[in-house]
């Protein structure tokens, strides 16, 4: 079975556990081992000791589809080759795109964007006065913050609870709203809080940099420490937890490095390691490159991290200011940080092409690179599907999007 149809079939299993809404509740309780009780009524929810646990399911729900699309977008956009013999991948691959191949996919996100959506305003309700200056509040927030840049990043058209298609950017702009709001509630939530309004300040300026806004962006990852990381949490616990770029480069050898930009730099960078595993890939034919990067199901995938930040600003300086030395001064200050060489340019065009190399390098394996290969206009994408286009499940019920 390939990984989008076990993504979809345990999906599906989600669903049928009650509403939506109540399948996270469930969820949480089964993740954090306690036994499950069978449906819970809507209105017990509706209690503020029932906020935390709330937030903890969106975090699960971001955390199960993040992952998968680093592993299937990865694929898609030439980061990793895949070693096995699965239709979706191999379409993947091909730079082929299906909306029979993206189900699980297309799903999940949109899961993850619900889920938060909903328990924020169900968490206004009960939270009144306090929704403002709840920390709660806060990260809920920042995961549907996320969860819309992870669509903006990755499909082809905004679809909203069986909408009609519309703009993509759609998604950025709905996820600087909740990144704002994050801050604010953060704030107003004390210092205990601090973390989370950091994260907000980073998902802030990766989207405001995706809608073209290069001094917002820069302003806001100025908040950000170069050596913070806000992170997507796995674990062994079970399947739903693990971190499945693992399970497949470890336990079962469905992808590799081969072939590939990491496999060019031949382990000269400790941020894009490889194993050489002398044997070929579940497909027989493929030479297993063992990617080294996530070493086990609880490796943990950053999200917004200060690094990130950085060569935000340092692409502000060059397409806004054209300053070639202070945007590679802040990106020799990654490389620095990381161990390896510093870099030189004399143009902004050169500059520009070092730091591409650098956001490969720095975002590899973390579900970034099809964007950066779409807002470059990357000749990798000639004659490839460049996106994530509405799901045939979505088509098939969705009457905005039948017929078109």
Known sequence: MSRENELLRHGR?????????????????????????????????????????LVTGMAGDFATIYDNMAYFMGIASGEITHSGAFETEQFLARGEIEPRHVNGMWGQMHRARWVAEQGLARMQTVL???????????????????????????????????GPPGDVLDYFRRAETNFTDAMAMAQAAGSTAATLRTAAYGGRAQVRAALGDWAGAATDAQQVASTFRYQAIYSAANSREYNWLYNESFARNYFSVYGTFAASLNNTDPRMPFLNLNKNGADGKTPAYQQRKYLSYSAAIDIAAGDEMRLIEAEKLLRVDADVSGAMGLINGVRTAAG???????????????????????????????????R?????????????????????????????
């Open 128 to 162: 009144g006065d306090a929704f403002t200056s709840s920390a709660l509040a806060a990260e809920a927030n920042l995961w549907a913050g996320f969860a819309n840049r992870m669509l903006g990043e990755n499909v082809c058209v905004s679809v909203f609870d069986g």
């Open 376 to 404: 470059f206009d990357d000749p990798f994408l000639s004659g490839r599907d460049r996106c994530v286009p509405p799901s045939e499940n979505e088509q098939n019920t969705n009457p905005n999007l039948q017929g078109s």
């Open 340 to 374: 390896v060489p510093t870099k030189t340019a004399s143009t902004v065009a050169e500059a520009m092409a070092v730091l591409r190399t650098e956001r490969d390098i720095v975002l590899w394996l973390e579900t970034r690179h099809l964007w950066d290969l779409q």
């Open 13 to 53: 299993s989600l669903w049928r556990l009650a509403t939506p809404y109540l399948a996270t509740a469930l969820l949480v309780a089964c993740d954090l081992g306690v036994t499950n009780p069978g449906r819970i009524e809507d209105e017990a929810l509706n209690n503020a000791t029932a906020m935390g646990p």
